[in-house]
């Protein structure tokens, strides 16, 4: 959140912090800048679909809310990409939205390209320019804008490679601390690494295990709704056994 404090877009009512885009992408990127290079990519890569870029050099900068240059944009004064990555040899736009259905334009990204290449120009630089579209895409199909490649992220896509690669890594460490973060500031935002049904493992119970539930009311079947009502202690659970 410290970036969003730093550029003034924590907005804050009655005594609650507003959970806007800003504050998502403080409390997600923000974090993850402070992972070693090649983590924060393996993330951003795993997020998005075809997106097989992976020597970008050393990452120089992270800019948030960056005020790039308007020149040949329908903007009067500045151009404000959420985030700004430059490296060696790229420069990397993030564009987020709030949600993950709408809101992304190829007229917002175009004038977000053109503002870094007139960074690029005013500095006698010259790198390829990637915009990853992070939420708000309406399709996750691949696009490109002014010879930009343009790749789609959902949020729920960034948590899933974030939870993946906090499984890969050990148990404790610097890494471990971070990724652990960014997925508490997910869940308090609503945005929760999901198990469906169809991918869990199909694990057999035998029957009479179900008479080991005690219950505080009456015998009739159990369902969902009666867990609540359920008295299940650790020893109950541990004489649960799976079919062989």
């Known amino acids: 959140m410290i970036q969003a404090y730093f550029k003034g877009k924590l907005v804050i009512q009655d005594n609650c912090i507003k959970k806007n885009e800003d504050f998502k992408t403080s409390s997600s990127i923000g974090l993850l800048q402070y992972l070693p290079d090649d983590i924060f990519w393996r993330i951003l890569r795993n997020s998005c679909v075809g997106f097989n870029t992976k020597d970008f050099g050393k990452i120089e900068s992270f800019n948030f809310w960056a005020h790039t240059d308007a020149t040949d944009t329908t903007n009067n004064q500045l151009v404000e990409p959420d985030v700004w990555i430059e490296?060696?040899?790229?420069?990397?736009?993030?564009?987020?939205?709030?949600?993950?259905?709408?809101?992304?334009?190829?007229?917002?990204?175009?004038?977000?390209?053109?503002?870094?290449?007139?960074?690029?120009?005013?500095?006698?630089?010259?790198?390829?320019?990637?915009?990853?579209?992070?939420?708000?895409?309406?399709?996750?199909?691949?696009?490109?804008?002014?010879?930009?490649?343009?790749?789609?992220?959902?949020?729920?896509?960034?948590?899933?490679?974030?939870v993946n690669e906090r499984n890969n890594q050990d148990e404790n460490g610097n890494v471990c601390r971070v990724l652990d973060d960014v997925i508490e500031m997910f869940a308090r935002q609503g945005v929760m690494k999901i198990d469906w049904f169809n991918t869990l493992p199909i694990i057999r119970i035998q029957e009479n295990a179900l008479e080991l539930w005690g219950k505080c009311t009456n015998k009739s079947s159990i369902g969902f709704a009666m867990l609540t009502q359920m008295n299940i202690n650790e020893t109950i659970i541990q004489k649960w056994k799976p079919i062989n």
Do not use: F, H, R
Request: overall charge negative; hydrophobic content about 35%.
């Open 87 to 162: 490296t060696e040899k790229y420069d990397v736009i993030i564009e987020a939205k709030i949600g993950d259905i709408v809101g992304q334009t190829k007229g917002q990204w175009a004038k977000e390209i053109q503002s870094i290449i007139n960074e690029q120009n005013n500095n006698d630089s010259s790198k390829p320019i990637i915009l990853i579209a992070l939420g708000g895409n309406e399709n996750m199909q691949n696009d490109e804008v002014m010879d930009c490649p343009i790749y789609k992220a959902s949020w729920y896509n960034l948590l899933n490679a974030i």
